[in-house]
């Protein structure tokens, strides 16, 4: 296999070391402002620190499901996470994955502390049992009066005008202010697979299981949410349907908006997301994200 990862086995369950991952968003600009990942905006939110993107932590699961499965976990896995607790740099984080059916396992991630940073499933081909099948079901309902996602209908869709690509060197824009090149070097879990020079059995390196999702919203292409605002994510799945997702290769995006909701704290919308190669039309990967919205940032939200 390629990772290196030192796995600690325990019957059903398999565990990779604690690991630090990197705040690479400190730059990010979404609207013409500054995110949840700056520390002062963090700090103005009553967060306790800027944290890290959710996605970062899947790769701590590949390994893990990689072990399991094989090299079709990168053709047909999913991995599927609701965040419950945010991590700032400087805190190790150790990722397990328990097999439940030759098919399925739950996941979930510690801080070093045991505080649980995220809960959900591994699977491998279609598998309606993830985590977000049931969380996804939620958003269908009634939710209420919105004030910051009160524009957006279940249904509505938007196509990226122009295929997208994730080389080494490639800009990944201003939400995502950093390179795949500069991403690996930072990564908590290295792969040859995702080297140029490296032994991928597909005979060309694929895009970490963390970087789909940039692939997904790399373009900023939005649905109609008021603002200024600032967002977090909540949730987010990301499944191969027909992979890998290759370096450099050209993809077409579509999202389609599938859910809306609330919390006391938050306005939320689910997203989903289909990454289609431009060349041969090969549907390679689905990304389902759920985007919260703090009540508190938005300047107009009724008291």
Same mark, same amino acid.
């Given at each position: =296999?390629?990772?290196? $990862?030192?796995?600690? &086995?325990?019957?059903? $369950?398999?565990?990779?070391?604690? &690991?630090?991952? /990197? #705040? =690479?968003?400190?730059? #990010?600009?979404? %609207? *013409? !402002? $500054?995110?949840? !990942?700056?520390? @002062?905006? %963090? /700090?103005?939110?009553?967060?306790?620190?800027?944290?890290? @993107? *959710?996605?970062? !932590?899947?790769?701590?699961?590949?390994?893990? /499901? %990689?072990?399991?499965?094989?090299?079709?976990?990168?053709?047909?896995?999913?991995?599927?996470? !609701?965040?419950? +607790? =945010?991590?700032?740099? *400087?805190?190790?984080?150790?990722a397990a994955l328990t097999t439940v059916t030759a098919t399925l396992a739950r996941i979930d991630a510690h801080k070093a502390d045991g505080t649980p940073v995220l809960t959900g499933t591994a699977s491998i081909g279609r598998n309606d049992g993830t985590e977000l099948d049931e969380r996804r079901q939620r958003g269908l309902g009634d939710p209420g009066q919105l004030h910051i996602v009160d524009q957006l209908e279940i249904g509505m869709c938007e196509s990226v005008a122009e295929p997208v690509t994730m080389g080494f060197d490639d800009d990944n824009g201003s939400l995502y202010p950093f390179t795949l090149a500069q991403k690996l070097e930072h990564i908590t879990e290295r792969s040859s697979w995702?080297? %140029? +020079?490296?032994?991928?059995?597909?005979?060309?390196?694929?895009?970490? $299981?963390? =970087?789909?999702?940039?692939i997904a919203h790399q373009s900023n292409a939005h649905f109609p949410v008021r603002g200024p605002a600032i967002g977090l994510f909540v949730d987010l799945e990301v499944r191969f349907v027909d992979g890998p997702v290759f370096v450099g290769q050209p993809y077409l995006v579509e999202h389609t908006l599938v859910g809306v909701g609330q919390t006391k704290r938050v306005e939320s919308y689910w997203t989903e997301s289909t990454i289609t190669d431009a060349e041969t039309g090969v549907h390679a990967a689905t990304v389902l994200l759920h985007q919260g919205v703090f009540k508190a940032s938005f300047a107009d939200y009724p008291a």
């Open positions: =296999m390629s990772f290196d $990862t030192a796995i600690i &086995r325990d019957g059903d $369950t398999l565990s990779g070391p604690l &690991r630090a991952p /990197a #705040q =690479m968003l400190a730059e #990010q600009e979404y %609207a *013409g !402002h $500054t995110s949840v !990942h700056d520390d @002062e905006t %963090a /700090a103005k939110l009553g967060l306790a620190g800027a944290p890290i @993107e *959710g996605p970062t !932590h899947f790769s701590q699961i590949d390994p893990l /499901a %990689a072990d399991r499965w094989g090299r079709a976990w990168f053709e047909r896995g999913c991995v599927s996470s !609701h965040f419950l +607790n =945010m991590v700032v740099e *400087g805190e190790q984080v150790r995702y080297l %140029a +020079n490296g032994d991928s059995p597909w005979g060309r390196p694929i895009v970490p $299981t963390e =970087m789909i999702s940039v």
